[in-house]
C-alpha cells in the first residue's frame, strides 16, 4: 500500500470531494440545487458546468463515506503503482486523466439517458471511482476483493458490475446512478488502456495472448 504523501492527486481529490460536500451540507442549500446533475437543465438550460460540479457533491455522509473509502482504497495504490513504474509526475498525470474522463463518461451516460426528464438528479464521485476501479482491474485482475463480506476476484467483480449496472439501469433498480456506474467504469477501462503506456498488452497477459 502507498502513503498519501506518494500519491497527491488522490490526496487532493479526497480533500476536495469531502470539502465541497460538506459545504454544500452545511452551507445554503440552494448550492446543493445548483451543483448538482440535473440532465434537463444541462441539455435545455445549457449548465454544463454540473457534469463537474456534480461529482464533488453527495448526497449524505454514508454516500461520501463510501465513494471516499474506495477512492482511498484503489485510487492511493493505483496512483502509487503508477508513480513507481512511470515516474512520479507521469504517474500522478495518468491518474488525474483516467480520473476525469471516468467523472465526464459516467456524466456524459447519465444526460444521455435522463436530458427529458426535468424532475431526474444525480451526484457523486462514483463514475469516476468505477473508472479507477475498472483500471486497477487491468493491471490486477486476480486479487481478491471483498464485497459485503464476500471474496471475489477482481475480473468477476467488473463482470457482476456491468451486469448489475445495465439490469439497474433496465428496471431503473432503486435510487442508484447506475449510469455513471456502467459510463465511469468503461470511462476508466478505456482511458487506461489507450493513455498507459504497455496496459493492453498487460491485459492481454493475463490471457495467455
Not at 58 to 71: D, P, T
Not at 77 to 83: V, Y
Not at 168 to 186: P, T, V
Amino acid at each position: 500500500m502507498y502513503s498519501l504523501s506518494e500519491t497527491p492527486v488522490t490526496l487532493t481529490l479526497l480533500f476536495a470531494n469531502i470539502a465541497i460536500s460538506l459545504w454544500a451540507f452545511y452551507g445554503n442549500p440552494v448550492y446543493m440545487h445548483r451543483f448538482s446533475e440535473w440532465p434537463y437543465e444541462i441539455i435545455h438550460e445549457n449548465k454544463y458546468y454540473q457534469v463537474i460540479t456534480s461529482a464533488f457533491l453527495h448526497a449524505n455522509f454514508m454516500h461520501l463515506f463510501f465513494n471516499m473509502f474506495a477512492l482511498f482504497t484503489f485510487g492511493a495504490f493505483l496512483e502509487g503503482f503508477f508513480a513507481e513504474n512511470f515516474g512520479s509526475f507521469t504517474g500522478s498525470l495518468y491518474f488525474f486523466l483516467i480520473y476525469f474522463i471516468s467523472l465526464l463518461c459516467g456524466s456524459f451516460l447519465t444526460v444521455a439517458f435522463h436530458y427529458n426528464d426535468p424532475n431526474y438528479v444525480a451526484v457523486g464521485a462514483s463514475g469516476a471511482v468505477s473508472g479507477i476501479v475498472f483500471s486497477y482491474i487491468i493491471f490486477f485482475p486476480s486479487s481478491m476483493l471483498y464485497v459485503f463480506f464476500i471474496p471475489m476476484p477482481a475480473y468477476l467483480f467488473a463482470f457482476l458490475w456491468i451486469g448489475f449496472s445495465i439490469y439497474g439501469m433496465r428496471s431503473k433498480l432503486g435510487n442508484i446512478g447506475h449510469e455513471a456506474h456502467l459510463g465511469g467504469a468503461l470511462g476508466g477501462f478505456i482511458s487506461t488502456l489507450l493513455l498507459v503506456n504497455g496496459a493492453t498488452k498487460i491485459l492481454l497477459s493475463h490471457f495467455n495472448l
